[in-house]
């Protein structure tokens, strides 16, 4: 250093020069400062040009386009190292490009891999040279002489290469090449910030994009109460956005964030809502790196459909005891029913039809087979588990329900009206799953009914044989279904019932199309629902007819 300030001088002084050489020289070290002074200035516009939250490509054309002003090149291409990979990521001009932008270089013979790898500056001519390399065809295509690749390198970290080219034999001089090193130098550090910042803000997309996207509700709460953030499911149910504060119209939550700020431990709550919603509220106090309590999370589920589903199961578990239950009184009641069928048989024997005591003992028998009829229906309603298919007919299927539950029907003022085709076809099924169908709808008719303000509540039960297809209405004039809740109906739990399972016609329509059949709805409000049952039956077997 000391050597080159003494050259200087000597040179300035013109110790080592004539008079003429003197000015020559002079002008020449002027030169040289302004174009080291140049240097310096662009090396400084293109730092200061470049932000952090700029593109990769905006910064690299940026430095391009200043690039111009100071050193003559024809071509100029950058790489970057991407998991593991040389990709080419600019060109200039952009009307040379012979590779793809996004293409991979591969590291067999190629003179960018080397140049990276040994990480050093290679200067090689493209025209007369024996050397071949991987990239020389696509270079040479560009009429290009001579190419400078230098390796771009943050600390001991590889970052990628700069490729520039001449379409002349000018000479790369030693000032051209310092200069491309400096710049390359900072220009590494550049890109891995920028890369680090393009990492750091792809996570913190991904982070938000994952807390939108859950589905339970995440609101965080600072120490003064105030909402710091809050994912899209929180604003559905409580509109955030529209309400200034959230806790003044939760009251309990507000307790509960207080008391986890206090404690610094994790709390529980259950919020009821007087639309039957519940849900349960966990939080969490979140602590700094130095261990400083600064927010709490609020994570709050809604547990309404759980909850229903619990219950509802619970129920359907004592729905399945209760037919078991009734079956084995059944079983125990066929006992005394024989003995009291038989006996008032062989009386009835004994006395005229003239006789009083004759009228009294028929209905003892009368009363006995209605007895019989009822604990066979509840033998065949427990058995609704079995799902043997055999011939079934449509009409003894209704009957039989019928007599399981007409009289409880009529006994609350409901009637019957009951028409059903004779000669209708038996279809393939399940007797004791169709059997239930019909009790489901009988039953869904008879809670319309008893909801109904009018007198005359009526129940019509109507069977024919159309297009091939076995049908079955039950039409009531109950209250009928509002049309946004028809297509809700046939849903797992849907129900409207206090004591409701939610269950009836969700099974029912599961039954149907075991049977390859369906359920179809009609109804109106305050004017009563129409429910049919169709199965179809197979045109190419013979139809056996049940009269």
């Given at each position: 250093m000391l050597e080159e300030k003494q050259e200087m001088i000597a040179q300035l002084t013109g110790i080592k020069s004539s008079k003429k050489n003197y000015y020559m020289e002079l002008k020449k070290t002027v030169e040289q400062l302004q174009k080291k002074n140049l240097q310096l200035e662009i090396m400084n516009e293109i730092m200061k040009s470049i932000k952090v939250d700029m593109p990769l490509d905006n910064?690299?054309?940026?430095?391009?386009?200043?690039?111009?002003?100071?050193?003559?090149?024809?071509?100029?291409?950058?790489?970057?190292?991407?998991?593991?990979?040389?990709?080419?990521?600019?060109?200039?001009?952009?009307?040379?490009?012979?590779?793809?932008?996004?293409?991979?270089?591969?590291?067999?013979?190629?003179?960018?891999?080397?140049?990276?790898?040994?990480?050093?500056?290679?200067?090689?001519?493209?025209?007369?040279?024996?050397?071949?390399?991987?990239?020389?065809?696509?270079?040479?295509?560009?009429?290009?002489?001579?190419?400078?690749?230098?390796?771009?390198?943050?600390?001991?970290?590889?970052?990628?290469?700069?490729?520039?080219?001449?379409?002349?034999?000018?000479?790369?001089?030693?000032?051209?090449?310092?200069?491309?090193?400096?710049?390359?130098?900072?220009?590494?550090?550049?890109?891995?910030?920028?890369?680090?910042?393009?990492?750091?803000?792809h996570a913190k997309q991904q982070w938000e994009d994952t807390f939108k996207a859950v589905d339970d509700m995440i609101i965080v709460f600072d120490k003064d109460l105030h909402i710091l953030q809050y994912n899209d499911a929180a604003n559905d149910f409580y509109q955030i956005r529209k309400k200034r504060n959230l806790l003044t119209s939760e009251p309990s939550l507000k307790q509960l964030i207080i008391e986890t700020f206090n404690a610094q431990k994790a709390g529980y709550l259950e919020l009821n809502y007087p639309d039957q919603t519940i849900c349960e509220v966990y939080s969490y106090p979140i602590h700094n790196k130095e261990n400083n309590l600064y927010g709490v999370i609020a994570y709050i589920k809604d547990v309404t459909g759980k909850r229903k589903m619990e219950a509802q199961l619970i129920h359907s578990g004592k729905l399945a005891a209760i037919g078991e239950m009734a079956a084995g009184i059944a079983h125990e009641l066929n006992s005394p029913l024989t003995a009291i069928l038989g006996n008032s048989q062989l009386l009835l024997r004994d006395f005229s039809k003239e006789d009083p005591v004759f009228s009294l003992l028929y209905d003892i028998k009368k009363c006995g087979d209605r007895c019989r009829q009822i604990i066979k229906s509840l033998l065949t309603f427990s058995r609704q588990d079995e799902y043997i298919f055999e011939p079934v007919s449509l009409n003894e299927a209704v009957s039989q329900v019928l007599n399981l539950i007409k009289y409880q029907f009529e006994k609350i003022q409901i009637q019957f009206h009951i028409h059903?085709?004779?000669?209708?076809?038996?279809?393939?099924?399940?007797?004791?799953?169709?059997?239930?169908?019909?009790?489901?709808?009988?039953?869904?008719?008879?809670?319309?009914?008893?909801?109904?303000?009018?007198?005359?509540?009526?129940?019509?039960?109507?069977?024919?044989?159309?297009?091939?297809?076995?049908?079955?209405?039950?039409?009531?004039?109950?209250?009928?279904?509002?049309?946004?809740?028809?297509?809700?109906?046939?849903?797992?739990?849907?129900?409207?019932?206090?004591?409701?399972?939610?269950?009836?016609?969700?099974?029912?329509?599961?039954?149907?199309?075991?049977?390859?059949?369906s359920i179809d709805v009609i109804s109106q409000p305050n004017k009563g629902s129409t429910f049919t049952l169709k199965i179809p039956v197979p045109s190419s077997h013979e139809i056996e007819v049940k009269r």
């Open positions: 910064i690299l054309s940026n430095m391009i386009d200043k690039l111009q002003m100071l050193i003559d090149f024809d071509h100029i291409n950058i790489s970057l190292l991407q998991n593991n990979k040389l990709v080419l990521v600019n060109v200039y001009p952009k009307d040379t490009r012979c590779v793809k932008i996004g293409s991979t270089i591969f590291e067999n013979n190629s003179l960018y891999w080397t140049a990276l790898n040994e990480r050093k500056i290679i200067l090689q001519e493209l025209v007369g040279s024996p050397i071949h390399f991987y990239e020389k065809k696509h270079l040479a295509a560009l009429h290009l002489q001579t190419i400078l690749v230098l390796p771009i390198y943050s600390k001991n970290k590889k970052i990628g290469v700069l490729c520039m080219g001449r379409t002349d034999q000018t000479i790369w001089n030693e000032d051209e090449l310092s200069f491309l090193e400096q710049l390359t130098d900072h220009l590494a550090i550049t890109i891995e910030n920028v890369q680090l910042y393009g990492e750091v803000l059903l085709q004779r000669d209708l076809p038996l279809f393939e099924g399940s007797r004791t799953q169709i059997e239930q169908i019909i009790i489901n709808l009988l039953l869904n008719a008879k809670d319309a009914l008893e909801q109904a303000s009018h007198q005359e509540k009526t129940i019509t039960i109507k069977t024919s044989y159309e297009q091939n297809k076995l049908h079955l209405t039950v039409t009531d004039n109950g209250i009928g279904i509002e049309e946004k809740r028809i297509s809700n109906i046939f849903h797992p739990f849907h129900t409207t019932k206090k004591s409701g399972t939610g269950l009836g016609l969700s099974v029912s329509l599961g039954i149907a199309k075991k049977h390859g059949g």
